[in-house]
């Protein structure tokens, strides 16, 4: 029988680690093991899952990847959502995308499942299957659906991204080439594991490469930090914010800490940085205080990562380099020209097998993000001596913040249930460590006030923490042009 190859080539690290934590060090042949558990449990007395949706609400580590693996082996569809978001947001990605049976492990069981027993979900809880349970597993090809990813974009509620095992194949490939992945790598695990960069760049690519993973359920400046020390790592993925928060803990530690620290650092051979502009101050400053040139890479949850400065050869700081293997890149510009040369902005518009299948049941919008077999961004970026560099963003809606991208009119849409919000506003405004801070601007019905805290509080519950307002500006009116619509630069201009 053929096997998925992610599958397959942990057999040729049978013995090697694939999790490390304080206490246990878990091989590949376990997770082979467990995942053929964990696949006959989901299949019962089916044959083959055919596609059906498998929600995931699982902490980060081993049983997280053997579920992960379970679900593709008994021909399911892996939907891995948010362990921190509120039950509007689950209730929403579980209906929207048709899930049918929903893995979790004991700290989660408990909290989802009224709202599992409310929509008909199976709930699958992982502690239940201690002893193995051996079944014939199903032969899935690389066309059939793997994993639907919700992401935020320029409509209120998030879609689903649909990739096949094939995409994902050809997105991990094409890094492990790119960034010269080994067995002898190992990684620390810390950013969220329901977003690409955490499940393509860090886990598949580390079990792709039979290396090794030390996950912690979140990041930690001062764990991860005593960990670097101990030369724990080879390679080390994040996010901007994070490298921020590592540079403000490292200014904070005594002379003797830091030394210790920037030691391990300066031994990775490896650190990346994306999902959101790394400044060129964040990235001199690092190479100044640990020797390391941070890697930086662009891409997006639609197609995998497309463009990375070199593993050898010039990183070069506020860039994010050439096209990845695999990977076709072209710039289109407002009147609908390829660009050909350096120094012409366009958006960016990417080709390849890592690009997704389709949005999830929403055949207008897949339609739309094409042009002409290419799918396109958003992104606007300029090619200057032969790198590209991102310029920003299309649409004024779609904000990052934390390397999280958020839709400002989904924040909208639940700040207008507020009792005493007549109409508002949300955009985002430049912050030196979250890249861009959510910001409400609103108009209230009545004129009784409206404090940044009790907004945030009434908040809690309806969005996931990190789409919580900052900023909170109240105003007399939102600014508007002749056609009556919101204009979010001159709302921006306010502060
Ligand atoms: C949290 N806080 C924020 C915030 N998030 N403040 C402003 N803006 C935000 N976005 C505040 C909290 O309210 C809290 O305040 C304090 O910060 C600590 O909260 P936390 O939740 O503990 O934060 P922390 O764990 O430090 O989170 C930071 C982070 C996290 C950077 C680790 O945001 C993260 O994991 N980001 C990565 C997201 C990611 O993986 N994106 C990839 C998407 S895929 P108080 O006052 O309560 O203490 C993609 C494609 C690609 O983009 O190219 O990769
Ligand atoms: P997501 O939809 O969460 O996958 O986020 C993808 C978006 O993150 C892209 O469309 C970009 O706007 C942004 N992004 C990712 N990497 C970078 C980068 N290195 N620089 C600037 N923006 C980035």
Known sequence: ???LPLIARARSHLNSVAFRTATTALTYQNLLDRSATLAAALLGEALDLQETRVALLVSPGFEYAAAQWAIWRAGGIKLPMCLSATEPEWEYALTDSGVSILMVDAPMAEKISPLCQKLGVRLVNLDSFTTALVKPLPEVSPERGAMILYTSGTTSKPKGVLTTHANIQSQIESLVRAWEWTPADRIP????????HGIINLVSCALWSG??????SRFDAPTILDRVRADAYTLFMAVPTIYVKLIQALEAASPADRAAIVAGFAKMRLMVSGSA???????????????????ERYGMTEIGMAISNPYRGERRPGAVGIPLPGVEVQLKTETGVIVTGDDEPGEIQVRGPGV???????PAASLESFDDGWFCTGDMAVRERGYYRIMGRLSVDIIKSGGYKLSALEIEAVLLEHPN???CAVIGLPDDTWGEVVTAVVVLKESFPLELSALRDWCKG???AYKIPQRLRVVKELPRNAMGKVTKPVVRALF
Not at 189 to 196: C, E, K, Q, T
């Open 189 to 196: 695990m810390f950013l969220p594991l329901h977003h690409i």
């Open 277 to 295: 502009a790394l400044p060129a101050r964040v990235h001199e400053q690092w190479t100044a205080l640990t020797g390391q040139k941070l890697l």
């Open 211 to 216: 290396a090794t993973i030390e996950p912690f």
């Open 356 to 362: 997704f299948r389709t949005y999830w049941n929403r």
């Open 462 to 464: 309806r969005v996931s």
């Open 1 to 3: 029988m053929t096997e």
């Open 421 to 423: 919000i007549h109409e």
